[in-house]
């Protein structure tokens, strides 16, 4: 599987954008950038996810480089619920449906104060 | 209603014992996962079964034994316990077609402890 590298910590004010950054520079043409965040003592929670175009939905927005060697997961207004593990996962796409898996880094713990 | 529930939540035995972990979800999916969390909170996938048929197989212990008797559960039994298998095991469900929306459904997790 392809790797993907992450700060280990980050910290946010409370309603301000949070941008985490996630390298991913042996990434194939084929790979799909996904975000699963993991809040304390829960198990994880899908974000989002794209190819190449960039992505928005209810939760986030996702930002990939031209390249794709890097994307960003971006929190418009963090709140103190957002704070959690965040894991930038690589996913082969040549593999699909029942044979296809996630497999998980070690994240970024997202700190957010007041 | 949870949507993926395992049970128990919490499990403390001996070394050697043999255990059960239970895994239900009521989502209509028809692949269901079980994933490891150690002690360094890596992640890892262990297995997954589509319609009761398993497709992934991760180099996993033969003493680990997951059971699905029909597509909404998958149940996780361990058999001698060992130290190194403390650790919270979470179940998992999707689509088939999962690939699509990106998303996997995970239980809260079941947190095992080997002493």
Known sequence: DAKTTQPNSMESNEEEPVHLPCNHSTISGTDYIHWYRQLPSQGPEYVIHGLT??????????????????????????????????????????????????????GTRLQVTL | DTAVSQTPKYLVTQMGNDKSIKCEQNLGHDTMYWYKQDSKKFLKIMFSYNNKELIINETVPNRFSPKSPDKAHLNLHINSLELGDSAVYFCASSQRTWTATGELFFGEGSRLTVL
């Open chain 1, 53 to 106: 175009s960039n992505v928005n939905n209810r939760m986030a927005s996702l930002a990939i480089a031209e390249d794709r060697k890097s994307s960003t997961l971006i929190l418009h207004r963090a709140t103190l619920r957002d704070a959690a593990v965040y894991y930038c996962i690589l996913r082969d796409g040549t593999l699909g449906g029942t044979a296809s898996k996630l497999t998980f880094g070690t």
